[in-house]
């Protein structure tokens, strides 16, 4: 038996050499070392590894000689012995030991199996030297986060409204389509936010009206009767044609299922938290700018007259008045001089000026009422509790303090004649008369006896005694008095002489609560303005026909257009869209303006000097009441409730 | 008249000529055309929205949004066909490099317009989901144009005019050295150098591509050990020691290499797959619109 030490070479073709070299000795020894038999060049070997050596020549047994193993068939191991007849395959460093048999000889097989180096193997240069080798690659990366979008943000959201398709409300909690919320909702919406379904019912179907009007109901029966009252035909003459950009639009939008006219076209949403903005002046002025010429060329003749920009165009006010005495209340006729028959005599130049019987009555009473050097506006107006109008003047309450109807004094309380009751005025003058004898004369007092012919006392006793008897009858003349020129009646009112069956009787007195029906005007948003800066016409004002209501000159002296169009030079500008006076639900309240724009509107008043309202602090010190002084506001009331 | 358009076609032929001596990049391409032409569309932008009223306020849903969303989603598909513009060869008007400048310069102009389309409401919803992919998409593009105009310099001076597989072959050829060298050595020595060796020159994650850092590398801790060991013959272990600085020195050089490719490429792996991440959740936030219409 002798150990052969077989070598393979291959050529550059593929083919292979084999070489056989007998190994002298029986004991061979493997290791780096060359003063080893069989002499492995691998850093992974040690000098002198293991000894080859066997006893009956078929057997071998392989032993590690300096702690470093070998591996036998994967397991490491420091001894082992092998049939040479089955064979083995030993594992030294980067180095295979193939033991094998071949007729009498043990054929040892020694081959390098591992590379030199790690750096050796073979590298793919593409992607060795890129980052393919270390990253997730792009298109991997592309199709899961691509995948995953649709998923979470398409797939998610249209289940989300398949699943609550035929469901009325939604319950609470997560719903994968609020990830297509744009927006948060107006606050008065804010309780939809997890229900998209609630507006948008239909997919790929622009938002109807019908899903508005299932939850309002109370609103759109009462929206403006001359809007939803018009024939469709009236309603589609009366827009203003649409320019070439806006008819594009429009088509645009028809192509894509968007129809026009909807109510979400002036009531957007999703435009962020907070009230829902209000209606631009575009949508009013689309129709009512030039709708005039237009409705009568379509057939549908209008009083209405053309409004597009408070600041530029809009109609003079057509308040409510009497136009004649007794006359029933209508608007005036655009275009003429206003009057007003209310049934008083109210000259307002001589209560207002500053000089004068009026002025000087007024300054005497200073301390006892808030009366300053003069009368002024607020001494006899008084404002509703919401400070929206004016109250009625009440004749006992803001008249009184000087036009006095007092006629009697018993025992320190003053007797009045009672205002509004002709008839009782009659009757307590009557009875007056009847029940006092005139002034006792002074020459018939005592119960001394008196010489007969003392003529002279005689006479006075006479024409007493004569007047005692007559004293009833004079009531006639001191109710004509009353009621005549002259009289505390007749000073403010309109008499009308007893006729047949009538006693004397007083003209209906009938204020206006509010003049401007179409129209909102709150007296509480201009507290800051002296009263006189839009009644201008007060002053000067000599007879109570005079209609004081400020015109559109006045409004125009601050109220501009909602963009700032002017005709006037205008100092501190608010900026006035339709909406801030005209409500289009209308139901004759305050037209909706939102809390932001209210406050906006406030502030840019504020600047005006308040002259007037110094002018009498100054005299009258703070204790004077003005218009506003009093404690006014009360919780808001329903706008029905507040008249108009 | 046939000469004058000679003469038009050679004047064209040789100022492209004069381009190409100079190298006009995709940054210079034209005189910068398609930066003039996507400024001018920003400018032209944010001037209309200034000058468009839409009430209430500006937001995506009014008709100049959906102008400005139009566009930009057809430009994201068209700014995404580079992709495929690149694959394909041709000689065509439109260049290659015609495309990437007009791909770059009218991908930053999406700056604009995307963000003009929102009408700056952004909240937590897929269309700000799509509005921010984009950005991240523009910015990682706006990096890759960034390192695309500076570091190849750096690269070419470490490349010191030798190609990657030379600088790999130059370590293979350190490893047979080292191998052979080391032989003589004890067990003690031989085993740093068999590390060293057996340490693969492409090995390390993502940060160290980045940072260029390998504080475990094998070859220079075998430099160490074998530089203060004593056990073997000194002359035989000089020689390994030489080698071994030799060879991390290679690696150093390889290490570099690797770094600025990584730097060049990464940006890549953003831009790529945000893109299709953005125009998955552009298909929603389209489709959600119409479906809640």
Request: hydrophobic fraction near 40%; glycine fraction near 10%; charged fraction near 20%.
């Amino acid at each position: 038996m002798s150990f052969i030490l077989r070598r393979i070479s291959t050529t550059k073709t593929g083919k292979q050499i084999v070489r056989d070299q007998p190994l002298p000795g029986d004991m061979i020894t493997l290791g780096r070392d060359s003063s080893n038999i069989i002499h492995v060049a691998d850093l992974a070997v040690n000098p002198q590894h293991a000894t080859i050596s066997s006893g009956d020549g078929r057997h071998v047994r392989v032993a590690a000689s300096e702690g470093l193993g070998f591996d036998l068939n994967g397991r490491s191991e420091t001894v082992a012995d092998i049939d040479s007849g089955a064979g083995g395959e030993l594992r030294f460093g980067g180095h295979r030991l193939t033991i094998a048999r071949e007729g009498e000889n043990v054929i040892l097989l020694v081959e390098r199996i591992d590379e030199l180096s790690q750096s050796s193997k073979d590298v793919d240069e593409a992607k060795a030297f890129s980052l393919q080798g270390v990253m997730l690659g792009k298109r991997m990366g592309a199709w899961a986060f691509g995948l995953l979008m649709l998923l979470a943000f398409l797939v998610g959201p249209i289940w989300a409204w398949y699943s609550y398709k035929n469901v009325d409300e939604r319950p609470e909690g997560f719903h994968a389509d609020s990830t297509w919320l744009s927006g948060p909702l107006s606050s008065a919406h804010a309780s939809l936010k997890d229900d998209c379904q609630s507006c948008h019912v239909e997919p790929f179907v622009a938002v109807t009206d019908t899903a508005c009007v299932s939850c309002h109901t109370g609103e759109h029966k009462a929206m403006s009767t001359a809007h939803a009252g018009a024939p469709t035909a009236m309603l589609l003459a009366a827009r203003a044609p649409d320019g070439g950009f806006d008819k594009l639009l429009a088509n645009v939008g028809e192509v894509f299922n968007r129809p026009q006219g909807r109510c979400v076209d002036c009531h957007t949403e999703h435009e962020g938290a907070g009230p829902m903005p209000a209606t631009p002046q575009k949508f009013c002025a689309d129709c009512h700018n030039g709708m005039q010429g237009r409705l009568k060329a379509a057939g549908h003749p209008t009083l209405l007259a053309d409004a597009s920009d408070f600041g530029t165009g809009h109609p003079e006010f057509r308040p409510f008045v009497r136009a004649a005495p007794g006359a029933k209340l209508a608007r005036a006729a655009p275009g003429k001089g206003t009057v007003d028959y209310n049934g008083l005599k109210f000259p307002h130049d001589v209560h207002l000026q500053a000089t004068g019987g009026v002025a000087r009555m007024a300054a005497s009473f200073r301390g006892r009422y808030d009366f300053g050097q003069k009368l002024e506006c607020e001494n006899c107006h008084r404002v509703e509790a919401d400070g929206v109008r004016v109250k009625p003047v009440e004749m006992e309450r803001d008249c009184a303090m000087c036009h006095s109807l007092a006629f009697e004094t018993v025992g320190g309380t003053t007797r009045t004649l009672r205002h509004g009751e002709p008839d009782q005025v009659v009757a307590d003058l009557t009875a007056y008369y009847r029940s006092t004898p005139p002034a006792r004369p002074l020459q018939l007092g005592g119960m001394q006896r008196r010489r007969p012919g003392a003529y002279a006392e005689g006479q006075v006793y006479s024409i007493y005694f004569n007047e005692v008897a007559v004293r009833p009858s004079r009531a006639q003349d001191a109710v004509r008095a009353v009621f005549s020129k002259g009289g505390a009646c007749y000073d403010c009112h309109t008499i009308f002489a007893p006729q047949a069956g009538n006693s004397w009787r007083v003209a209906a007195v009938s204020q206006t609560a509010r003049y401007l029906q179409k129209g909102w005007f709150d007296h509480d948003a201009h507290r800051e303005t002296d009263c006189a800066d839009c009644h201008t016409a007060a002053t000067g004002s000599k007879t109570s026909t005079d209609l004081l209501v400020p015109g559109l000159r006045q409004c125009r002296d601050c109220h501009v257009g909602e963009s700032g169009a002017r005709l006037v030079k205008v100092e501190t500008a608010t900026e006035s869209p339709c909406a801030m006076c005209h409500e289009y639900h209308s139901d004759g309240g305050q037209p909706w303006v939102p809390n932001r724009q209210r406050k906006v509107n406030a502030a840019a008043i504020t600047n005006k000097p308040l002259g007037a309202t110094y002018g009498v602090s100054l005299i009258t010190g703070a204790g004077g009441r003005s218009l506003y002084k009093v404690t006014w506001r009360t919780p808001a009331l329903h706008g029905a409730s507040r008249g108009g | 008249m046939a000469s004058l358009f000679q003469r038009r076609r050679n004047k064209a032929t040789q100022t492209e000529r004069v381009r190409e001596r100079k190298h006009e990049g995709f940054l210079r391409y034209a005189g910068f055309r398609w930066a003039k032409i996507s400024g001018g569309l920003c400018l032209l932008i944010i001037i209309s929205y200034a000058l468009v009223d839409v009430t209430p306020r500006h937001n995506g849903g009014s008709w100049y949004g959906y102008t400005l969303g139009t566009i930009g989603a057809g430009l994201i598909l068209w700014l995404t066909a580079l992709g495929y513009r690149k694959r394909k060869m041709t000689s065509d008007y439109w260049s290659l490099k015609a495309w990437t400048s007009a791909h770059v310069y009218l991908g930053l102009s999406l700056i604009v317009i995307g963000t003009w389309h929102t009408g700056f409401q952004l909240g937590w919803n897929v269309h700000t989901l799509a509005w921010a992919l984009m950005m991240l998409v523009i910015l990682s593009g706006l990096y890759g144009v960034i390192v695309y105009a500076t570091l190849p310099a750096a690269l070419s001076n470490n490349r010191d005019e030798m190609t990657q597989m030379q600088m790999l072959e130059a370590i293979r050829a350190f490893d047979r050295q080292l191998h052979s060298a080391a032989q003589p050595l004890t067990p003690a020595d031989t085993a740093p150098v068999l590390a060293a060796l057996d340490e693969d020159p492409f090995a390390g994650g993502i940060g160290a591509r980045l940072s260029g850092r390998y504080p475990n590398c094998a070859a220079a801790a075998a430099l160490r050990t074998l530089a203060a060991s004593q056990s073997s013959d000194a002359a035989a272990r000089d020689k390994v020691v030489g080698l071994l600085k030799q060879k991390v020195a290679a690696l150093a050089r390889l290490r570099a290499h690797l770094r600025l490719r990584a730097l060049l490429e990464i940006w890549l792996y953003v831009h790529v797959p945000l893109t299709f991440a953005l125009i998955a959740a552009l298909s929603a936030h389209i489709i959600s619109v119409f479906f809640y219409w």
